[in-house]
């Protein structure tokens, strides 16, 4: 009989440890997922907003621009920061952490990112060197395209039009 006791008082003992250990496993995935991510989700807007006012202070007169005229604004030493999308420039200051220098999309600063963004590609060499008319996209390419379109055009002030040359 002192055996079944035994047993008896080690099991109990051994559930109160695993129920114990799965309450604190369930506090700990409390705390991440609803607190501490809601934390740094609060820190990632705040940052938004503040590159946001960065960007909104300027107040930008809607013009052509020229492959040549786009690369001044490459967002180097403090310049604009702008990036032509399907032949129409956005403001992208506010998403400075991802397009200027350093950021991970920095090589479309200045530039005319539709080709890359068409073949969802960072590689200098998928993107031409002069005017790219972007006719020989494939349908899969010119969707993946148009949902980066829809993409800057939610988040980003159009500030002009990407045109061959002012002749």
Do not use: H
Not at 115 to 138: F, I, Q, V
């Amino acid at each position: 009989m002192a055996d079944v006791v035994d047993a008896l008082a080690e099991s109990d003992t051994t559930a109160y440890i695993i129920t114990t250990l799965a309450l604190l496993g369930g506090l700990l995935a409390f705390y991440y997922f609803y607190i501490y991510d809601t934390q740094q989700e609060e820190d990632e807007e705040k940052l938004e907003e503040e590159e946001e006012e960065e960007g909104a202070r300027e107040v930008i007169e809607p013009r052509d621009f020229t492959l040549e005229e786009l690369k001044e604004f490459d967002g180097d030493e403090g310049r604009p920061l702008y990036v032509a999308v399907n032949f129409i420039v956005y403001n992208v200051a506010k998403g400075r952490s991802f397009y200027g220098p350093g950021g991970p999309y920095e090589i479309l600063a200045g530039r005319d990112g539709s080709r890359m963004l068409a073949l969802m590609s960072l590689d200098e060499g998928d993107m031409k060197d002069g005017w790219d008319d972007l006719a020989d996209l494939t349908p899969f390419q010119r969707d993946s395209l148009n949902d980066w379109v829809l993409k800057f055009e939610s988040r980003y002030a159009k500030v002009g039009k990407l045109i061959q040359s002012k002749e």
